[in-house]
């Protein structure tokens, strides 16, 4: 067996024993190679089928995030409001599974999110303030969809009077 093979089945065993997501950068330090080979393993892996999600805050396995209902809302907001936006879904039992914008040319851009902690959403605001990057909303005026992981209806209905409330949740 070569060490590819071995260092992508030890990623999935890895990923399969974890309920936080893992990073390329610590999977790169832990086999001794550059985190492009570990993007490298992580689309053979995903080419052969398995189920691994990239989010800002790494990898994770979809098997790991099953359960729930899910629904997507449409809100808008400047980035200054993505904090308060996180943390109404949050605050309520939701998970941002992901968010969703439409762009002109390539159609529907999806960026794996899984934020269902205040945890994640620090995770993910220190991320986005130190790669300097744009939220994909930026592409849409702050219009955008999110997918929503939640247990029971009423979880979801507080969530949307909350963002409405907030001036966050989408109307015509």
Same mark, same amino acid.
């Given at each position: 067996?070569?060490?590819?093979?071995?260092?992508?089945?030890?990623?999935?065993?890895?990923? /399969?024993?974890? @309920?936080?997501?893992?990073?390329?950068?610590?999977?790169?330090?832990?086999? /001794?190679?550059?985190?492009?080979?570990?993007?490298?393993?992580?689309?053979?892996?995903?080419? !052969?089928?398995?189920?691994?999600?990239?989010? !800002?805050?790494?990898?994770?396995? @979809?098997?790991?995030?099953?359960?729930?209902?899910?629904?997507?809302?449409?809100?808008?907001?400047?980035?200054?409001?993505?904090?308060? @936006?996180?943390?109404?879904?949050?605050?309520? /039992?939701?998970?941002?599974?992901?968010?969703?914008?439409?762009?002109?040319?390539?159609?529907?851009?999806? /960026?794996?999110?899984?934020?269902?902690?205040?945890?994640?959403?620090?995770?993910?605001?220190?991320?986005?303030? +130190?790669? +300097?990057?744009?939220?994909?909303?930026?592409?849409? +005026?702050?219009?955008?969809?999110?997918?929503?992981?939640?247990?029971?209806?009423?979880?979801? @209905?507080?969530?949307?009077?909350?963002?409405?409330? !907030?001036?966050?949740?989408?109307?015509?």
């Amino acid at each position: 067996m070569t060490d590819g093979i071995k260092r992508r089945q030890a990623i999935l065993n890895q990923l /399969g024993k974890s @309920e936080k997501p893992i990073s390329a950068t610590r999977f790169a330090k832990e086999f /001794g190679v550059s985190r492009q080979i570990i993007v490298g393993d992580v689309a053979l892996l995903r080419a !052969a089928g398995e189920e691994i999600i990239a989010t !800002a805050r790494g990898y994770l396995l @979809e098997t790991g995030h099953t359960g729930g209902l899910l629904k997507k809302i449409a809100v808008q907001h400047e980035a200054k409001d993505t904090r308060i @936006e996180l943390e109404t879904i949050v605050k309520y /039992g939701g998970e941002v599974v992901d968010v969703i914008v439409e762009h002109a040319l390539y159609g529907e851009l999806v /960026g794996g999110l899984h934020i269902k902690t205040q945890a994640d959403i620090e995770a993910f605001l220190k991320e986005y303030r +130190n790669t +300097n990057a744009n939220l994909l909303s930026d592409l849409t +005026n702050g219009i955008h969809l999110h997918t929503i992981r939640y247990q029971k209806a009423e979880d979801l @209905e507080k969530i949307e009077a909350a963002l409405l409330a !907030a001036g966050i949740l989408y109307r015509e």
